[in-house]
């Protein structure tokens, strides 16, 4: 297992991670369903595989996740400062009609019943699930900072955002000298690679952390899936279809999956785990997993060294077309792509 700096802060993050939104009786059904026996397995399993960050949120398992995990830590006699964990609060907690967003209030009481429930004094990332339209967002980073100030989060973070949306928080923190956002939480696979459009370079340029979810798009690419798959066969993507893929690119993103995993001697999910791994903006992947066996093949993408060549094919074989304005940017840049190269020769000599 390798670490990672999570974005700009002295935080060291393993490069896979554990998603616990399969812990708990989940309100979406064929998702969740790992009560707390698995759950220590599981934990078990990834700990000695030196995975040291745990994800989870209020709203997964309608809070089962948080005290299944705060649990399973207790009981395997994990010590605290050997482990990061990470929740997130924004969705319906409960039926109230301020118990969802991030109002000041709602940030405060949900954080408080989030440590309750984990029988934890402090969470090491704390993380805004949503973005809400409704909120100030001044009034959501005094909240947050308020936390940090407090000892109840170390570090801050969001989840879903889009880039101006995170640009315009940095803004407002900077300008009223609050706790910094440290990372994006958000969906990124060779199933789904639109964050890519703007989100990566965003990341790239001012140093934010990238946590990945749903790796292996809801097991699209897991290598349970082909084209010739009869739809009662599919499982958990036949009741939960999510996240959404375009299914004719995912089985050709399948088959170039399956090839270089029969070359490696590889599963198909270690393949496109490994080809994320590579992704030089992704500071950690999550894993979620039902079963011990299929975490621990997870685990073994850490042991895939793809070639540049693989990397090629399933870029080529994934990669979007491109939306305005980059397109038209390449149009321009073409030129000055050639000086820069040319920049580069010329140092080397």
């Not at 969705?91 to 709602?106: E, I, L, M, W």
């Not at 949503?130 to 170390?154: I, K, N």
């Not at 790239?204 to 690419?221: H, R, V, Y």
Request: hydrophobic share 40%; glycine share 10%; charged share 20%.
């Amino acid at each position: 297992m390798r670490y990672n700096v999570l974005g700009r802060t002295g935080l060291l993050v393993s490069e896979l991670s554990l998603g616990t939104m399969t812990f708990g009786n989940s309100q979406w059904g064929a998702i969740g369903g790992v009560d707390q026996t698995g759950a220590e397995q599981i934990i078990r399993c990834v700990l000695d595989a030196g995975v040291n960050l745990f994800d989870t949120a209020d709203i997964y398992s309608s809070g089962q996740s948080e005290e299944i995990t705060g649990a399973a830590l207790r009981k395997l006699g994990v010590r605290r400062n050997d482990i990061l964990v990470s929740t997130k609060t924004f969705g319906q907690a409960s039926g109230g009609q301020n118990d969802r967003g991030s109002s000041r209030a709602h940030i405060l009481d949900s954080l408080h019943a989030s440590l309750k429930r984990m029988q934890l004094d402090y969470v090491d990332l704390y993380q805004l699930h949503g973005f809400d339209p409704l909120t100030p967002m001044e009034e959501s980073l005094r909240a947050l900072d308020h936390l940090v100030r407090q000892g109840a989060a170390r570090y801050i973070g969001v989840s879903n955002w889009a880039a101006w949306q995170i640009a315009q928080a940095m803004g407002v923190t900077e300008r009223l000298c609050l706790s910094p956002v440290s990372s994006l939480q958000a969906y990124y696979s060779l199933a789904g690679r639109e964050i890519e459009h703007e989100i990566v370079p965003f990341v790239s340029a001012t140093g934010l952390g990238l946590i990945c979810w749903s790796p292996l798009a809801g097991g699209m690419l897991s290598g349970k899936f082909h084209r010739r798959l009869e739809a009662d066969e599919q499982n958990r993507r036949t009741t939960v279809p999510f996240p959404p893929v375009d299914l004719d690119r995912t089985y050709d993103v399948i088959d170039e999956l399956r090839s270089i995993a029969d070359a490696h001697g590889a599963s198909s999910a270690q393949i496109a785990l490994a080809w994320l791994l590579h992704r030089k903006t992704v500071s950690t992947v999550l894993l979620g997993a039902k079963r011990i066996e299929q975490m621990q093949d997870n685990l073994g993408a850490t042991e895939i060294e793809l070639e540049q060549s693989e990397l090629d094919r399933l870029d080529a074989m994934s990669k979007l077309d491109s939306i305005y304005p980059r397109w038209m940017q390449e149009v321009f840049e073409g030129g000055r792509s050639e000086q820069i190269a040319s920049f580069g020769q010329r140092n080397r000599r």
